[in-house]
């Protein structure tokens, strides 16, 4: 089961420099995400989501492959994969996975304009290592599924760490 939360930072480029982290994090197996997405409300207060991955371009890449392989079966496997990458980005544009859009949107409008937020589905972490990794970014925590137990748990520990870094 994956838990969501959601970090407020005073702009984009500190969320996204968090996500960045998190991402190599997960490549040392220290953290397993879900989804990461970085929500900013600007300063007109229009909310913008920046996604860490383009379903549109895995699916054109997916319905290419799909699609080559089928058409060489009928002996054109170039239209197999022009078809198939055109069917693959409708599909990948039309899906969604991760935090719901709607929600993303609507904690967005939460922010002060110009800050940003990163929201994190985590399916598994080892919290004693991530957060002295990511703590030195600041941020403050603005929303969790956890329970308030362990809710309460992660805000001693991530200002333990902050503490530590002055």
């Known amino acids: 089961m994956s838990h969501l939360i959601a970090v407020a930072y005073p702009d984009v480029a500190t969320a996204q420099a968090v996500r960045g982290r998190l991402t190599e994090l997960q ?72 935090v719901d859009d709607d929600f993303m949107r609507q904690l967005a409008t939460r922010l002060e304009p110009g800050t940003a937020a990163l929201l994190a589905l985590v399916v598994r972490s080892t919290p004693d290592k991530v957060i002295p990794e990511i703590s030195s970014y600041g941020g403050h925590i603005i929303q969790t599924s956890l329970s308030n137990e362990a809710e309460a748990h992660l805000r001693e520990t991530v200002q333990a760490a902050r503490a530590g870094h002055q």
């Open 27 to 98: 490549q040392q197996n220290l953290i397993t995400l879900e989804d990461a997405v970085v929500v900013e409300r600007r300063q007109d207060g229009k909310i913008k989501l920046h996604q860490a991955t383009s379903m549109t371009g895995l699916g054109a890449s997916s319905g290419a492959l799909w699609g080559g392989l089928i058409g060489m079966l009928f002996f054109m496997p170039l239209f197999g994969m022009a078809l198939g990458a055109a069917a693959g980005a409708a599909s990948g544009a039309m899906s969604d996975v991760g």
